[in-house]
Structures are given as structure tokens and as C-alpha cells.
């Protein structure tokens, strides 16, 4: 069992080609055959060095280790004149000395009318006179296959079941270019075969090209492989995947902080399932489950809420500390640690207290920076609401004297001596709790205030309440 994921290097790794590549992974794993892992880099203008490594770095972290390769098309060349050479022997292929405005021009009037706008053989009656003549005027020429003049081509898909089409559709099509490289078609046949890969899954947008490829592997002999198509994945609006529903790359989703083993439990659901609909899934237990068979005919959802839901349930699985440590990249950025390897126990402390509401690695020093950080900001309209009332310079001068006097600075100490504050004051809960949190905190919203001041301190804690009082309360 032999399977290959074939990215080009000519742009950044999209939502679609990853899923594309975690099929494949999976499939061979739970196989135990191989994942091979080609970089389709015959396209020279476009094709880019940085989009290869962002490429690798990026499967790497997703955990799609290959088990071969990469194979770099371009430093195939060899292989495919090779090929070349048999299909001229067996007289399987001829030059056509077509120009591109002639070619153009044929389609035009074959749309005009109403034929198919395929080649239409002509190169392929040329007598030696007519060779000759486009030989000594310096014509450029292309190599073609001849198809089959009758007939169909079929495969049986193993998502789609089967499929057929006329070879009529297909004309004569161009295996290797007029500047030396092949197309795509002919280097991906060519390159399946080489590499013995016995089970091709890919994007059904490919559909049109497997046909082709396999004219191409009965041209060549070889032996024909499986194939599976599977459905595009669509937005949440039925339409395809466009930057505002979830196609950004890769790289982009990891900046924002979604975790590897998240975002591919999420993928592997976008057009496959278990029969029990099973959500959440542990690494091995997806090796161990993925089937092919299980593959859905209809286009996958992509829905970024869902996603974030599954990123937070991921990420809330882990402990605090290692949540610091997958976010220490963020957290640093921010100022809010200096060493990535040594995570401070008040960003760890901080966390926890926070950790329900995390749905992103990105989003957690904006959740947690004001109880690590020295100088805080006030927003406006805490301050308004809760500071700007009668009674709180009271509140608060009271609360600073209770936290002086109290020894061990703790949640269940803090909650016995306010509370009691309460009922001394016959204030309700809310009148005190609510300044005490944007005094010490700047905003309304946050963990349980008895949480909030033991993480932020006792010390830092009086130093906050007086600025507060001292600044903002009338």
C-alpha cells in the first residue's frame, strides 16, 4: 500500500490540500503501507523554494511525517524523457508543430460551432513534405499522445464509484512541452508509476485529469492504480471555500494559534465519519479507525465556530503549564515572559484561573496580561460604571484594610473576610465584588474575583486598590 501526497510549491499549503494530505496519511497508516511525499516543482516561473519549506514545516507540525521523500519533479527530467522515448518507440506519441494563435483560433470556430474545443488530431496525418517544411521554417513542436480515435475510458473511484468518459473528450493531448518540461498529466503518471503508488487520493477537481493519466499508464505499460476522489470542502454558506469561510493557509492557522492535533481531528471530519459519529479523537485511535469505505460523496462544511469549539477542547485538555508552554511564543511576543523555556508560576497561576475561556493559543496574553503585568489599563467604561458610584471609596478604603490584616493570602480567606464585609455592610455581594475586580483588574469581566487577587497578589493587589481609589474614584 503505497499512497503519495503531491503539493505544488507555487503558493502557501490551503485548508483543502492539507485534508487531501491527512487522507492520505491516515490511510496508509492504518494500512501499514507508506506515505510518500512529492513536490510537484515543474512549473519553474511560479514555483518557489520558501513555499517548499513552508510547505515541509508545515505538514511537520501537523505530524504528517513522510515515510519517503520529498521527490522533487524537477530533478526528474531523466526519468520523464525516458518515458518519452519508450511511447516514441512504440509509435504511441508525434509532434505537433501547432502554434498557440493556431490553436486558438481552432477552438474559437469549434465553440462557434458547437464542437468540442479539444486538438483536433491534424498534426498527427502530417506528411514528411509538410515535416520537413515546419522543420526548415524553425517551428517549435510539442509531443502528443494518440488517444484512442473510439471508445471510453472508466475507472471504478472508490468514493464516487464509477466513472466513464468518451475518449472523443479527451483529443490528443500534449505530454511534454515546446521549452523541455512535461505537463502536468504526463509527470504525474509517470512519477505513480515510478514510485509503484497503489492507491491515488486526491481532490475531485482531479477527476477530469484521471482519465488522461490513465490513457498514459496503458501508453506506458504499466500498472493502473486505485483511485479515490473526495468531495470539496464549502463554507458554511454551501459555496467554496473562500478567505472569509476558512481558506487561509495553514502557516495562518498556526499563527492564530489552533493546535496540530485540533485542527486535524477537525479536517478528518470535513467528508469522513465513524459510524457511531464520533467528534473527538485521539491520534492513534484515528490510524487505527480511518477508512476510506467511510468517505462521504457530499462537499465538507468547514465551519471556523466549530473549529474554534474543538481548538478550546483541545487545548482545555492540557495542563496549564503546558498550555503556557505551547503559548510561549505568544506570551513572549508580549512581553509578558523572557525565556521560552522557563515559564514564570504567576503566567502558569494565570492561566488556570482563565483556562475555560481559551479557544486560541493567541488569544491567552490578552486573557491573562493585566495579572502579570505591573501597570494595567483602565478601560473607560468599567471605570465609569463601577468606580463613578457613591459608596465605593468606602468599599474599597475597607477591602485594602481586611487584605492588610489577612496572613495567608488565599482564596478561602479572602471569600471569609469579604463575605463577612458583606454582612457587616449589609451591601450585597455584587456592590463589593464588582469595584474590587475593576480596581485591581481595569475590566468587568475575568475569573472569580477570589481567584483574580490571590493570582495577582497581596502585595499588588493594596498597591492597585489605592491607585484606583486615588485616581478614579470620586
Given at each position: 500500500m503505497r499512497v503519495r501526497f503531491a503539493p505544488s510549491p507555487t503558493g502557501y499549503l490551503h485548508i483543502g490540500g492539507v485534508r487531501t494530505a491527512l487522507y492520505n496519511y491516515l490511510f496508509s497508516h492504518h494500512s501499514g503501507g507508506k506515505f510518500i511525499l512529492r513536490i510537484e516543482d515543474t512549473?519553474?516561473?511560479?514555483?518557489?523554494d520558501e513555499y517548499t519549506k513552508i510547505i515541509l514545516d508545515g505538514l511537520k507540525w501537523l505530524g504528517l511525517d513522510w515515510d519517503e521523500g520529498p521527490y522533487f519533479q524537477s530533478k526528474r527530467m531523466a526519468l520523464y524523457k525516458e518515458a518519452l522515448n519508450y511511447l516514441i518507440e512504440k509509435d504511441r506519441v508525434y509532434k505537433c508543430y501547432c502554434t498557440p494563435d493556431e490553436l486558438s483560433q481552432r477552438r474559437e470556430e469549434a465553440r462557434k460551432q458547437g464542437c468540442p474545443p479539444g486538438y483536433d488530431g491534424r498534426c498527427r496525418k502530417l506528411d514528411e513534405n509538410k515535416i520537413k517544411e515546419y522543420k526548415n521554417s524553425g517551428r517549435n513542436y510539442v509531443y502528443r499522445?494518440?488517444?484512442?480515435?473510439?471508445?471510453?475510458?472508466?475507472?471504478?473511484?472508490?468514493?464516487k464509484g464509477k466513472i466513464e468518459i468518451d475518449t472523443g473528450i479527451l483529443s490528443d493531448f500534449v505530454l511534454f512541452k515546446s521549452d523541455g518540461m512535461p505537463t502536468y498529466n504526463f509527470a504525474c503518471?509517470?512519477?505513480?508509476?515510478?514510485?509503484?503508488i497503489t492507491h491515488i487520493i486526491r481532490g475531485d477537481d482531479h477527476v477530469s485529469n484521471t482519465h488522461k493519466q490513465i490513457l498514459l499508464y496503458r501508453a506506458l505499460d504499466k500498472e493502473i492504480p486505485e483511485f479515490a476522489h473526495l468531495p470539496q470542502v464549502h463554507g458554511t454558506d454551501g459555496k467554496r471555500l473562500s478567505k472569509r469561510t476558512g481558506a487561509v493557509s495553514l502557516d495562518e492557522y498556526r499563527e492564530k494559534g489552533y493546535l496540530p492535533e485540533a485542527l486535524r481531528n477537525y479536517l478528518v471530519l470535513l467528508g469522513w465519519s465513524?459510524?457511531?459519529?464520533?467528534?473527538?479523537?485521539k491520534w492513534e485511535e484515528l490510524k487505527n479507525k480511518f477508512k476510506l469505505t467511510r468517505c462521504g460523496k457530499s462537499a465538507g462544511v468547514f465551519d471556523l465556530e466549530k473549529l474554534n469549539w474543538m481548538n478550546g477542547k483541545y487545548i482545555r485538555s492540557l495542563s496549564s503549564a503546558e498550555i503556557a508552554q505551547r503559548a510561549a511564543g505568544w506570551l513572549k511576543k508580549e512581553g509578558l515572559i523572557e525565556d521560552k523555556s522557563r515559564?514564570?508560576?504567576?503566567?502558569?497561576e494565570a492561566i488556570e484561573v482563565e483556562k475555560d475561556k481559551i479557544k486560541l493559543l493567541s488569544e491567552i496574553p490578552e486573557l491573562v496580561d493585566y495579572m502579570i503585568k505591573d501597570n494595567i489599563i483602565y478601560q473607560e467604561k468599567a471605570v465609569k460604571k463601577r468606580l463613578k458610584k457613591e459608596g465605593v471609596r468606602d468599599i474599597l478604603k475597607k477591602v485594602i484594610d481586611i487584605i492588610e490584616n489577612i496572613g495567608d493570602f488565599n482564596e478561602e480567606n479572602l471569600e471569609k473576610a469579604?463575605?463577612?464585609?458583606?454582612?457587616?455592610?449589609?451591601l450585597g455581594a455584587g456592590k463589593i465584588f464588582h469595584p474590587v475586580?475593576?480596581?485591581?483588574?481595569?475590566?468587568m469581566k475575568g475569573p472569580g474575583v477570589f481567584e483574580l487577587l490571590r493570582v495577582i497578589g497581596k502585595q499588588k493587589t493594596i498597591e492597585r486598590l489605592q491607585y484606583a481609589l486615588d485616581k478614579y474614584v470620586d
Open positions: 512549473d519553474l516561473k511560479r514555483s518557489e499522445i494518440k488517444t484512442p480515435d473510439k471508445g471510453a475510458v472508466s475507472f471504478k473511484d472508490i468514493v503518471a509517470v512519477d505513480d508509476s515510478n514510485l509503484e465513524t459510524k457511531d459519529s464520533q467528534q473527538i479523537f515559564i514564570p508560576d504567576k503566567v502558569i469579604i463575605r463577612a464585609m458583606c454582612e457587616e455592610t449589609h475586580r475593576v480596581a485591581v483588574s481595569g475590566r
